[in-house]
């Protein structure tokens, strides 16, 4: 089965919106083990619409289009669509006055604009919008299905998970059960797994090595479970304690997961990343359970008024320093009372460096109330946003390693 993915936006094509659309669209159909085969994205263009629409259409057994719905003059997407299978537009009086309802609930006029989105393709199934005005469009066409999506990523979530979804489960039944699972790992280099995998593997049915910043998701797929296991136990063995978890339970998700669970409490002193750490970890839903707060000490006297790092050693080792680092964390620890404290300083660039601390230096600390403060120095390569997340993940890892201090493998 043949599934394409079509991105309308003359914005998400010049660079300006990044497409969270189709992660989140391949990464649902991978949950019900259908697999996009096509994607495209192109511009605002209704003839190009058409073209690609046609093109994509003689080799499609299901087409998804993402973007051109809404009420402005550069939405073509339905239009476009349309003309292509020599369909015509009605007019749905219903959804017309869920349009109107829309914005009187929101005590706003409509403007006449909105009134097109009234407009359906012929024979269409309307899935209404739960977050804005324009809804999903679903038809048969001959033998394809076509799927039309506002851009909007959270309307896209939003008529996914109420009806979107379940059309497709309904229509596309899959007769053979697939397995799935995803093995999470920090600081693994992709290769190296991969060719220290291969002299040990029983096969590959479906293995996917997926790099991010930092950290390494590992997706395996089969219709064999117990495929599925023994190669899971197989790089679990390889990874040891680089292992973090499985499927859900990422870098993050583990530390917020085993925090809980210990009831222990965490707090962080931020220079290089500006708060980013602590953003990052109240991003999680209960995590005021365990975050009791963080410092962002940018300056050397921030870090002496509120951090009370020495001037001695400020001035024998500097600001980016593993033992200036190591100060910042047990001081934030003593004034949070906390039972962790993590600490970053670094050069995240594009100046600042010197030649024994280049840009992309970065000391991290870790203080526990009942074990010696342990400390790390990186020399990081990238732009200064690379460094800044590479600085969050390490020190997020220095963490992890501290709350397990061996990774165990379970089925």
Known sequence: MKISLLTVGTEVLIGHTIDTNAAFIGT??????????????????????KEVFLELREKSDMIIITGGLGPTPDDFTKYAVAEAIKKKLVFNEELYKNTQNFFKKRNR????????????????????????????????????????????????????????????????SIKEKKYNRIINCARQPESELSNIYEERSTGCNNIAFLPKLGTLEVRLTSNNKKWILSQSKILCSLLEDKFIGFDEDNLY?????????????????????GGLLGGRITELKGSSSYFKGGIIAYSNDAKRKLLKVSDKLLEKYGAVSVEVAEEMAKSCMKKFNS?????????????GGSSDKPVGTVCIAIACADMKTISERHFFKGSRAVIRELAIVYSLDLLRKKLCSKARYKE
């Open 253 to 273: 998700n583990f530390i917020h997961r085993k925090l809980i669970e210990r009831k222990e409490s965490l707090s962080i002193a931020e220079s290089c990343t």
């Open 339 to 351: 039972d962790y404290a993590l600490a970053i300083t670094g050069i995240a660039g594009p100046d």
């Open 28 to 49: 649902e159909l991978s949950k019900i083990n259908l697999f996009l085969s096509y994607h495209i994205t192109i511009g605002d263009i209704k003839e190009i619409i």
């Open 109 to 172: 006029k409509m403007p006449k604009s909105n009134k097109t989105q009234g407009e359906i393709i012929e024979g269409c199934t309307v899935i209404k919008n739960p977050e804005g005005t324009a809804p999903s469009l679903i038809f048969n066409d001959e033998h394809r299905t076509i799927i039309l999506l506002p851009g909007v990523p959270r309307e896209v979530k939003s008529l996914w998970e109420n009806g979107v979804s379940d059309y497709i489960k309904k229509k596309f």
